[in-house]
């Protein structure tokens, strides 16, 4: 019988270079951690300054947005629905 291991072994990692794996990677996560929260911060900033700018509460303002894509919804319905074969018409959304 043989007696040779074929089985594969934790002794069989370069203990150095797993560490240093290891290492780069923390860095990385903490970094790319670093620029999320960066950016984070400046989309909130810009959300104050054009909340600060708008004529309208936020309340009213949230109305108007959701007007507007709601009518931007309907049109690109109706245009989709308009090329359609068979020539079937758009019908406005109310």
């Known amino acids: 019988m043989n007696d040779r291991r074929t089985d594969p072994h934790w002794e069989d990692l370069d203990h150095g270079l797993l560490i240093g794996a ?4 923390a860095v990385g996560a903490l970094a ?11 989309a909130a900033k810009a ?3 054009w909340l600060r700018r708008a004529d309208l509460g936020p309340t009213d303002l949230a109305k108007l ?3 507007q894509a709601r009518a931007a919804a ?4 109706g245009a989709w629905r308009a090329a359609e074969p068979g020539g079937r018409r758009a ?3 109310p």
């Open 22 to 25: 290891v290492v780069l990677l």
């Open 74 to 77: 309907g049109a690109g319905a």
């Open 65 to 67: 947005k959701w007007a």
């Open 47 to 49: 959300a104050r300054s």
């Open 91 to 93: 019908v406005p959304m």
């Open 32 to 42: 790319g951690l670093g620029g999320s929260l960066l950016a984070g911060a400046a």
